[in-house]
């Protein structure tokens, strides 16, 4: 007989499912059954990877929800004197879908009662709801949650009745099935009789499900972990809420013939029901909307007209006849194709946001491979002339490929990003664009935690286990949770403690919760909640849609990604401030194209703060690669990257690039398109034309290889391309060594190449942050330091760096500050020179509204001192006053005033006198209290704001640490390679790169600047406490001085005791 | 007036060797939670120096050497500072608790109205002394500190070593060298003033008066005030006793009678020292031994309890060990010994206070009485109430002790009734089940074989898999014959043609079968 489970939740039922659809689908596999029906939780987020792990076996993939429906009464609840008495939660209809009306059906009723719900989890449809979406829907009756259950257990057999009396009504009586579940439960069983006399006095039929929650009984246990983890209990005291055994597991046909031998009827519906429901993912009815275009002109014509007319503005502007040709050439060859592909609506939406954001003043640059094409280039979508820089086409979009192609848009992160989603929701309606997903799913650290908390560890033991388990790249043979759990003290010969650790490992990558992603916008044709059922975000006025965007992608659904880049709010905020404060206009399209001084500086690696070239990896290859021009710049933001470090291109590259290694090729053919990079193929688009030239591919196959290559590989796919490669070369000539060095370079680079197009973009960005910052620093650093967090550095680091260039930072002051961090003007041997004032955004808690008033305040008249101060903005807290005054801010408000006379007078202004003595006159009053010491200062300054505008930590113990000989950053460059050194400083990065095979680089900054220690994985799990937990190290080792780039190659390293000041570190990202 | 503070450092740790006094020079961590969870609580200076620290894992601990470990006992550490308290009572009527260290759930240290004791003991050089002997006595290293009020003396007592008398007027000099620490201030008021760069009390008491009040209020005066060691409050004085008990946690548990008769002196030493202080008699010693489960699914632990009423009261220790051997021969333990309590009650009556207005309910002694009367008719542990508890565990109850319910209680009527009763065997009847097609056919149980008429199930259940003791079963519902027959006077039944419903089970981890109960 056979069977298909028409009745299964996986972990997308978040926190009601145990396992992935993927997990589902094999074991459905292994249990032979033809087709399955996923039904989760009031949403369909598993479907596309249920779809398509299902299409990838064989298996007929049924759509369906639980719609949780008001209108049916409450679920049945265990008895009031349970300590754990669920909350109470409506019934919930388990809805299949029968045709693509049944699916938009079910989307867009979700939709409505999602977009509802105040409270993320809680909304409900109504009853009337669900009848005017009922055409093209199955109803089951359903399992515990199901109304069948509820009206038995609440109300008895009359009431379960005439509920389903009531869904015969909405569904038609054909429409609806009397589910039967068998999971060894005397109640159930009960239930069950009522059932089967419930049925055939209604003439409905029996349908044998097993209300699957997990792919197998061992997954039982993460079900009841997850069970704690949704009701906030431990195991231990979470009673019934847990499962009362294992068997809600996917089963064959011949255990469920043996479980329901006494109803057969119930067996074979399932096999009926699922022949009838036709529809499937495949059939989802997505169409990408129309640009709307004036009459007379189709959108292939509107799109021919604006590329023509960028044509013209883009390169005619170059002047350089030769290029303009090429260009058009190529761009007419786009055009064609993309006519073709009916895409030209599509190019034609993104140029509409492109205008809507010149408009508005938005910066905006396209990134990514849609930098390799001419038509984005004169559409204004990218910056980087792909013709100019002989970008290859293909890589963006190919006729072969039939996908869409993919457009990623920087914007500057914040209100400017925001302004420009809110267009494409305001320009295609609520239900006509949403955001994508982002599913949060369990890593190492919310497992610990969770899984932890279930079991009922208490909360400062999983603070420490949170903080020792890593979650930088590199996952050494020590970062296990078997390690973990030791460097906390726990037992592991315990079995509660080896419990703990197996579900840790077992609970990984199950999906938690619905996040939404940070910039990926799908629009649609019509309505999308027909497509998907959509959701509100947690951020007022945004709808997401139950899917991430790997499964928009798997669905054939377009999106473009509005990201959000700091750097470019950095980058807007500097060409506010620059003609201001400099008296100067810069436009970042005509900066001056290789600037001499900017790029001396970049071989210097001094580049904290620039935008993709201030990471230690990127500092330590900059002297190396010695940039001169945007070339050069282009393949130092690709060189910093997994594929040419895994594919072992980087060093190569930098020994020709030094001249200490002769320029060769693996064959003649390849020089034209490996000689800008000296011979190594460093990008994808070089890959993709190796392929071309070598084995004759057209560009389309060569993308296919790549994407064969890529992140999801199949083996058979890979043996495929490589065959054909062979073949292609062969044919070419190419001898058996060449081809093999050949497809090792094609193998291992294309899984993390980076597009040369994505590079040239990011260069960009790359070239005017140094610029900005090499010309105008004082603009560049408040920019910064207003757009935080972003970057490498911290404010504090940042703060430093700025000021060892010359800067003069002032600290906050409540006469001076702004909300945002400020230039002023200071005038210096009749010079003026701008100097940087810091926000009331770095005082600790303070409300931009409260920041605000103080300034409006002032405007109004001077404040006459703390107490005056203090009454005029009363929306200043306590907490306020003190940082205020701890950080020094109120100083000016009284001659002779320092820190501890502020906060002597806040103490007591912030009490408040009442109505009575409101009026007095400002009180005179000298302070008892002493003045702060130096390091009373520090500590406060990175309490109150994080960072210090005086002299560095270290220099304050630079005499002591003299005497130890320990060097400053500044002195190593003059010190000998293989020197023994000691360096000193405050911790300000740890890293811990994927592709460094266990070594940890650490960033020590001392009053001199940024010195670099490399600490080798023995020495790292030696001092792994020292190295993770103190803010100030001393370290000793053997200096490496080669090629201008220093760092110390640890043996020793020392905690030292320099300040109890909070400084802060960016680590292991 | 005067006042002397008994304070005694380390109190958790002194809990601990105030009964073992060999353990005084070792290192010491004692440890507190449930293991896995087990975090090192307190130590000695020993321990610290060697590197162990408070919050520390049991696990991290270990890896120090030299380290002797104790288990933290509330009991314990509530018998020791009973006795901190009685060394404040041979000096003084008037006792008060001091307060507990901030975050903490344990008192160290007491205090005493020294007025009119200086005719009977001495200056108040000599009572200091004298104090600190007598704690000594009792197995307590103390600082004690004499001043003109209160929170000078607690300060004192807390902030130096050893014996310290201020002289009356000399207060806020000699608390003037001691941090803010030592007045146990609220934290948040300890940062405010650190912040101020206020560190020591001087400083504190240094700042002007009317400023505290008006930045800290009338409260911020009284910490000034105590920074001054001018802070009067009135002593607020304790009852005397009416028991005294000490117990003693065991490291390990022990089987044999001399070494818990060994355990047992140290208390009854301790006891008698107690009484002695206070020049009274022992007329009743109970000793509650708490017993070692070999069923560890249960929490609750066993106690076996002994009652020794004697004709003349007495304090020799001799005496009372003897009279203990002679009834814990007679009486012995049925399980390893992990703990032990010696509570005795001196020859003071007990008086009781009856409210006027209390509605009439059975008295609660004759109460006692008649549950204790049950309990020797049906055994020991068989009285109780009964409470459903939140599992889907088998026996799925606990026995509380019986309380006369509230008047005004109310049961819920709207949950649904039961419908079947079953009568539970305890322990349940192993049995053996014989299966044909997957079906249960044959039940043997009792030296008897019963054909399964009818069935269902099977049930299953499982649970607690993330602990020491999981479970899981498969119960079935059988109708066979009767196993035995029904209680019925004068009537002799024919089991044979009498049939009735049982709930058989196999313990699915232990692959057996048991017969748990009839419906009836």
Known sequence: MKYVELHASSAFSFLEGASRPEDLVSRAKELELPAMALVDRDGVYGSPRFHMAAKSVGIRPHVGAEVSVEGFGNRARPPSWMLNAAPQRPVRLPLLVKNRTGYQNLCRLMTRYKLRETEKGTGTATLKEVAEHAEGLVCLTGGDEGVLSASLSNQGYDEARSQIEKLTTIFGAKNVYVEVQRHSDVAEERRNQAAVRLAERLGLPLLATNGVRYATGAESEILDVFTCIRHHVKLETAGRLLERNDERHLRSAQEMAKLFADLPEAMHNTSELSSRLEYTLADLGYEFPRYPVPAGETMDSFLRKRTEEGLQSRYGAKRDEGLFARAQKQIQRELALIERLHLAGYFLIVWDIIRFCREQNILVQGRGSAANSAVCYSLGITAVDPVGMELLFERFLSEERGEWPDIDLDLPSGDQREKAIQYVYQRYG????????????????????????????????????????????????????????????????????????????????????????????????????????????????????????????????????????????????????????????????????????????????????????????????????APVKFYDLVVQVAIIRPGPIVGKMMHPYMRRRQKREEVSYAHPSLEPVLKRTLGVPLFQEQLLRMAMIAANFTGGEAEDLRRAMGFKRSEERM??????????????????????????????????????????????????????????????????????????????????????????????????????CTIEHAVREGKDIPCLRIGFRYVRGMKQMTADKIVFGRQERPFEGVDDFVRRIPDLKKADLVTLSEVGALNSLGEGMHRRTALWQVERAARSAGPLLGAIPEQKELSPLRQMTDEERLVADFHGSGMSTGPHPMSYCRKALSKLQVKRACDLARLPDGQYTRVAGCVIARQRPGTAKGFVFLSLEDETGISNVIVNPDLYEKYRKVINREKFLRVEGVLQNQDHTISIKASRVLPISITSAETQSHDFH | MAFASLFAPDFPFQAVVRLEPELRSRAIAILAGTPPLARVFATNRQARQLGVETGMTKVQAEAFQDVTWRWRSLSQEESAYAALRDCAWTISPRVQDGARPEGQDFSDTVVLDLAGCEKLFGTPQKIAQDLQRVASEVGFGTNVAVAGNISAAVCAAKGFAGVTVI???????????????????????????????????????????????????QEGLSWWRLAQGAENKPLIAKDFPCDFEEHMDLDSSVELLEPLLFVLNRLLDQVSTRLRLHILSIAEVKVTLTLERNDSKKKEPIAHVRTLRLPVPTRDGKLLLKLL????????????????????????????????FLPLSPDPERLEVTLARIQNTVGEGRVGAPVLLDTHGPNSFQQNRFVLPEVNEQHSTNEKRTTAVMRIYRPPLAAAVEFGEGRPTFLSCEGVRRQVLAFAGPWRRKGEWWSETPWAREEWDVEISALRPKVQAGHDVDIESETALYRVYRDLRAKRWFVEGIYD
């Open chain 2, 325 to 356: 051997r002679l009834d814990l021969e007679a009486h012995p333990p049925s399980s390893p010994v992990t703990a032990v309590s010696i509570l005795a009650v001196p020859t003071k009556a007990r008086s009781q206070q009856f409210g006027l």
């Open chain 1, 719 to 820: 043996n495929e391309i490589e065959e054909k490669l062979r073949t292609g070369m062969t044919q070419n000539g190419f001898s058996p060594e060449t081809q093999e060095e050949i497809i090792t370079q094609i193998t291992s680079f294309a899984r993390y190449g980076f597009p040369e197009s994505h590079a040239a973009s990011f260069a960009l960005i790359a070239y005017a942050s140094a610029y900005l910052k090499y010309h105008y620093l004082a603009a560049f650093t408040a920019a910064l330091l207003n757009n935080q967090p972003m970057g490498f550095y911290s404010p504090a680091v940042l703060v430093h760096d700025a000021q060892l260039h010359g800067l003069r930072v002032k600290p906050i002051n409540a006469l001076h500050s702004e909300w945002n």
């Open chain 1, 430 to 625: 609520q239900l006509g664009a949403a955001m994508t997903a982002n599913v949060i799913t369990y890593r190492d650290r919310s497992a610990a935690r969770e899984v932890g908390k279930a079991l009922g560890f208490d909360r400062e033991t999983l603070d420490q286990l949170s903080s020792v388990v890593n979650s930088g790249e590199w996952r050494g043979p020590s970062d296990n949770f078997e390690n973990h759990f030791q460097q906390v003290g726990f037992d592991l010969n315990h079995p509660l403690v080896r419990k703990y650790w197996e579900l840790c490992e077992r609970i990984q990558d199950l999906p938690r919760h619905l996040g939404q992603h940070s910039g990926g916008m799908v629009v649609c044709q019509g309505q999308l909640d027909s497509v998907v059922p959509l959701e509100p975000a947690t951020m007022p006025g945004r709808v997401v849609v139950q899917w991430d965007k790997d499964d928009c992608a798997d669905m054939g659904i377009v999106k473009v990604d509005l990201l959000g880049l700091g750097m470019m709010a950095v980058l807007e905020e500097c060409l506010e401030l620059i003609p201001k404060h400099y008296s100067k206009p810069v436009d970042l399209a005509q900066l001056p194209p290789d600037d001499p001084p900017v790029y001396e500086t970049l071989c210097r690696a001094d580049t904290v703060g620039m935008f993709q070239v201030e990471s230690r990896a990127q500092m330590a290859s900059l002297p190396r690669n």
């Open chain 2, 167 to 217: 002289p009356a007027g000399e207060e806020a000099v000699h608390l003037g060298t001691l941090s803010l620490e030592a007045l146990r201030l609220p934290f948040a008021v300890v940062q405010t003033l650190h912040r101020w760069g206020i560190r020591t009390c001087a400083d504190f008491a240094a700042l002007p008066e009317i400023a505290i009040v008006e930045r800290l209020g």
